[in-house]
T-cell receptor, first 113, second 113 residues
Framework: DQQVKQNSPSLSVQEGRISILNCDYTNSMFDYFLWYKKYPAEGPTFLISISSIKDKNEDGRFTVFLNKSAKHLSLHIVPSQPGDSAVYFC????????????FGQGTRLTINP | NAGVTQTPKFRVLKTGQSMTLLCAQDMNHEYMYWYRQDPGMGLRLIHYSVGEGTTAKGEVPDGYNVSRLKKQNFLLGLESAAPSQTSVYFCASNTGDANGEQFFGPGTRLTVL
């Protein structure tokens, strides 16, 4: 049972436009959500996070939106740059306890010049 | 700080062989984790530790053992490797504080023939 789902395996966006990556979850116990970025042959690196008490968190070009009623979150990248081309993973945790992360399958984002 | 390091980077095993993957972190983090990444499945938690001398099972623990004898090290063992354990293995750590991000190592690519 996939508790965190990223239904788009890939996304292609023109440089300078907005990239929107989506993530859905099923477990109501999740109260903290993170986005990680991964380049080939490297480990994932933390990008941005949001607590369930908020509906939006912004950091520079990156904004994460959380819709708890729909159990949906999205990552917006504006403007998109070639260096943003990577695989993006959505992850969720229930912060009580060991803070284990449950990951989505990932979305490969390609930014075209 | 080197952050999270993993040894080795690559390894090829024959079915039935054993090996140990080493993870080391120099950030004085309490919690450490082992994940595996397979195509189309994101990262899945194998085992984790919330402190020196403690370990616990994650989502996919079968065929693996772990030890955390020192706070800075987390070892993942395969006693009798199987082709289904061909994967990329990532180690991660975090402080254990609420809403703390996990820091990942660069990964170990393991092939079992």
């Amino acid at each position: 049972d996939q508790q965190v789902k990223q239904n788009s395996p890939s996304l292609s966006v023109q440089e300078g436009r907005i990239s929107i990556l989506n993530c859905d979850y099923t477990n109501s116990m999740f109260d903290y959500f993170l986005w990680y970025k991964k380049y080939p042959a490297e480990g994932p690196t933390f990008l941005i996070s949001i607590s369930s008490i908020k509906d939006k968190n912004e950091d520079g070009r990156f904004t994460v939106f959380l819709n708890k009623s729909a159990k949906h979150l999205s990552l917006h990248i504006v403007p998109s740059q070639p260096g943003d081309s990577a695989v993006y993973f959505c992850a969720a945790s229930a912060t009580q306890g060991a803070q284990k992360l449950v990951f989505g399958q990932g979305t490969r984002l390609t930014i075209n010049p | 700080n080197a952050g999270v390091t993993q040894t080795p980077k690559f390894r090829v095993l024959k079915t039935g062989q054993s090996m140990t993957l080493l993870c080391a972190q120099d950030m004085n983090h309490e919690y450490m984790y082992w994940y595996r990444q397979d195509p189309g499945m994101g990262l899945r938690l194998i085992h984790y530790s919330v402190g020196e001398g403690t370990t616990a099972k994650g989502e996919v623990p079968d065929g693996y053992n772990v030890s955390r004898l020192k706070k800075q090290n987390f070892l993942l063992g395969l006693e009798s490797a199987a082709p289904s354990q061909t994967s990329v293995y990532f180690c991660a750590s975090n402080t254990g504080d609420a809403n703390g991000e996990q820091f990942f190592g660069p990964g170990t690519r393991l092939t079992v023939l």
